[in-house]
Every structure is written in structure tokens, then in C-alpha cells.
Antibody
């Protein structure tokens, strides 16, 4: 059974850096072809892809946010960490991590709501 | 503004069929057979319903089907049921620097 769970702060102040951790089980990020992605969804709005990290450490980012994003993996802990700098109230959203198999997000975490406010 | 265009809402009565469209470009939907559809109930995480245009993951009812023509993909739900009422998002692989693109979402109402 594959599960993913996001963890991190629920409230951050403007200009601060957000760090979210995705802890997963049921698959290995050292297996060829496997990736974990980050997707966010502002309240009442659409999904927005943020970043991917592949088994081979390839890390594509959303071009519109690339300068603010960083993603790393710890294969031994089955964790992926997303860092987003210079947070702004428009970054308020539910942040999801998801297992990417092929070209689809097959399994999703429950999501974590991050509010950006002073 | 989302990269893929979906209708904001669709509706249908129980037992009927509905189709949700997802229009992109030749750089995403039209260029690859990598369109996915996700169902999202309020307050829940998205759930994969269709991948690679027309494939259903295990456990997804065969009432859900996907297709593609040119730059437009479609999700069809036949025999509508009350539990199908949800938001539906399409997604595609993109050959541009934006590897993954999503649609704006479609709210399905079962009347």
C-alpha cells in the first residue's frame, strides 16, 4: 500500500521560507522511473504543479516559481523536502505531494494547508 | 490562468452521460498521449481516474472513460451517480519547460 503525508507549518509570515516534508511508504525513490511531485491548490482554485524529483535526482521546477523553489530527497528516510522562499499571501494554498509513475500522479497525500499571513 | 482549458461546470441527471473537455496545445495534450484526469471531492485530495488518455487504474469504475482528438482530451462519465458529483481536473505532460500542466477544473453537479 502506497501512502504519502505532508508535514510542516500551517502558518508562515510574509518573506519567510516555507519547508514542507513529504514522508512516504510503499515505494522507493531509488527505483528507476519513480518520482515525487509537489502540487498546490489555493482555496477554491485549480491545481498548480510546483516541482518533481526523480529517482536519478533530476529536478524539474515550474518555470514561474523556479527561482523560489528547491526540492531534495532522503532515500533512506523515504522523504522529500520542498523549500519555497520569500512567501507571500498569494502562496496560501493546500500543498500536496504525490507519487509520479510514468506521466501521472498515481497516489496523493492528504495535503496540508499553509496560510501566509503576518 | 491555467494552461489547459476546461468548462467551469457541467451537470447531468442520474443515469445520464456527461463529457468534460480539456483543451491544450500541440506542446502538451496534442503532442503526447499523457493526459490524466483527477476527481476531487470537497476537502479531499485529488484521486486519479484516468491516465495516459484512456487507461483506468484498478478500482475505478468502467463508467469513467477517456479519449483524445487533436489538442482536446475528454472525460466521459456514463450512468451518472450521485457520488460522481465532484471537481474534475485534467493534466498533461508538456514538452515545454513546464513539464506538467493542469486544467482549471470542472465542477460536476448531479441533478
Amino acid at each position: 500500500q502506497i501512502t504519502l503525508k505532508e508535514s510542516g507549518p500551517t502558518l508562515v509570515k510574509p518573506t519567510q521560507t516555507l519547508t514542507l516534508t513529504c514522508t512516504f511508504s510503499g515505494f522507493s525513490l531509488s527505483t528507476s522511473g519513480v518520482a515525487v511531485g509537489w502540487i498546490r491548490q489555493p482555496p477554491g482554485k485549480a491545481l498548480e504543479w510546483l516541482a518533481l524529483i526523480y529517482w536519478n535526482d533530476d529536478k524539474p521546477y515550474s518555470p514561474s516559481l523556479e527561482s523560489r523553489l528547491s526540492v531534495t530527497k532522503d532515500t533512506s528516510k523515504n522523504q522529500v523536502v520542498l523549500t519555497m522562499t520569500n512567501m507571500d499571501p498569494v502562496d496560501t494554498a493546500t500543498y500536496y505531494c504525490a507519487q509520479r509513475r510514468g506521466s501521472t500522479f498515481e497516489h496523493w497525500g492528504q495535503g496540508t494547508l499553509v496560510t501566509v499571513s503576518s | 490562468q491555467s494552461a489547459l482549458t476546461q468548462p467551469a461546470s457541467v451537470s447531468g441527471s442520474p443515469g445520464q452521460s456527461i463529457t468534460i473537455s480539456c483543451t491544450g496545445t500541440s506542446s502538451d495534450v496534442g503532442g503526447y498521449n499523457y493526459v490524466s484526469w483527477y476527481q476531487q471531492h470537497p476537502g479531499k485530495a485529488p484521486k486519479l481516474m484516468i491516465y495516459d488518455v484512456s487507461n483506468r487504474p484498478s478500482g475505478v469504475p468502467n463508467r469513467f472513460s477517456g479519449s483524445k482528438s487533436g489538442n482536446t482530451a475528454s472525460l466521459t462519465i456514463s450512468g451518472l451517480q450521485a457520488e460522481d458529483e465532484a471537481d474534475y481536473f485534467c493534466s498533461s505532460y508538456s514538452g515545454s519547460s513546464t513539464r506538467v500542466v493542469f486544467g482549471g477544473g470542472t465542477k460536476l453537479t448531479v441533478l
